[in-house]
């Protein structure tokens, strides 16, 4: 996975021409439940060693899950919003932002593989990884009839909210499969990113007494979550009584989503645009 990286100025000039062609994202419902795969969703994006090691290595502190936790949560949150959810000024705005905490995430010469934050390629590959997210939270959770060519073309925005071009999306969700497929089939998880994922999975990012509570419970519903192959590549199972458990959450969670206002749905990230927007009116800091 190689492409050539953007500089900071080449990329705001990059992504002014992206928001001339994003299209108005309609049918991309969140679904706050997603915020349960979230871990399964991590291993999925810093599966391709270049984005592992750009998270693992990055010297920005506030985007550090282990020593600004709540800072690094409400920022990914936020970005999934925004670029959901937004409208262009939002993305526009959240962008200039995210680009500042970017434009310090490159490799040194220590640095076990190249990467760079701009890397239009990796912005591809954690766009697909947010999309394939949504997919599965609409089979599991929402309507599965919302998965569409439209709403599959309407999911490049996960990239395009940064400095992915346009065109790199993968034209029909058939391309989509075969570069998933053949991305997949290529993945390496090494022993240094296979255990700094499983730190986040266990959340040994909260205080000790609060992880070793939390930590196993994380652990059995991010291996749930995550698809066999990552599985087979992260070396973990969930034991025939873990399975049943979580497939029985899942048919609870199933009908509750179905009961669920809109409003409540679709919570916390309805409520992280409001505050992106109230930040924009005061003049505070994005991020």
């Not at 997919?135 to 439209?150: C, K, N, S, V, W």
């Not at 505050?275 to 505070?284: A, E, P």
Request: with cysteine; hydrophobic share 40%; glycine share 6%.
């Amino acid at each position: 996975m190689t492409a050539e990286a953007l500089d900071p100025s080449t990329a705001e000039r990059h992504s002014r021409r992206v928001e001339l062609d994003s299209q108005t994202v309609d049918d991309l419902e969140m679904i706050g439940l997603a915020l349960l795969a979230g871990p399964a969703n991590v291993i999925m994006q810093l599966a391709v060693p270049a984005v592992g090691y750009g998270v693992y290595e990055s010297k920005v502190d506030s985007g550090n899950l282990f020593k600004s936790p709540v800072s690094r949560t409400r920022t990914t949150l936020t970005y999934l919003a925004v670029a959901a959810m937004g409208s262009e000024e939002d993305r526009r705005r959240y962008r200039q932002a995210v680009n500042k905490a970017h434009a310090q995430i490159r490799s040194t010469s220590e640095s076990p593989v190249e990467y760079n934050a701009f890397d239009p390629a990796l912005q591809l590959w954690v766009a697909a990884c947010l999309y394939r997210g949504w997919e599965d939270m609409q089979r599991l959770y929402g309507d599965p009839a919302a998965i569409t060519e439209e709403a599959y073309r309407q999911g490049a925005v996960m990239g395009t909210t940064l400095q992915m071009p346009p065109e790199m999306w993968p034209a029909t969700r058939a391309d989509f499969e075969k570069y998933w497929n053949d991305t997949v089939a290529g993945l390496e998880i090494d022993d240094t990113i296979r255990e700094y994922l499983l730190r986040i999975v266990r959340m040994e990012f909260l205080p000790r007494p609060l992880s070793a509570v939390v930590g196993p419970l994380s652990l059995m519903l991010t291996v749930g979550y995550l698809p066999p192959e990552f599985r087979d590549k992260m070396d973990v199972r969930l034991a025939p009584w873990q399975q049943r458990v979580f497939d029985a959450q899942n048919t609870v969670l199933r009908q509750a989503v179905r009961l669920m206002p809109g409003p409540v749905k679709q919570f916390p990230f309805n409520v992280l645009l409001a505050d992106v927007r109230r930040r924009l009116r005061q003049g505070r800091p994005l991020l």
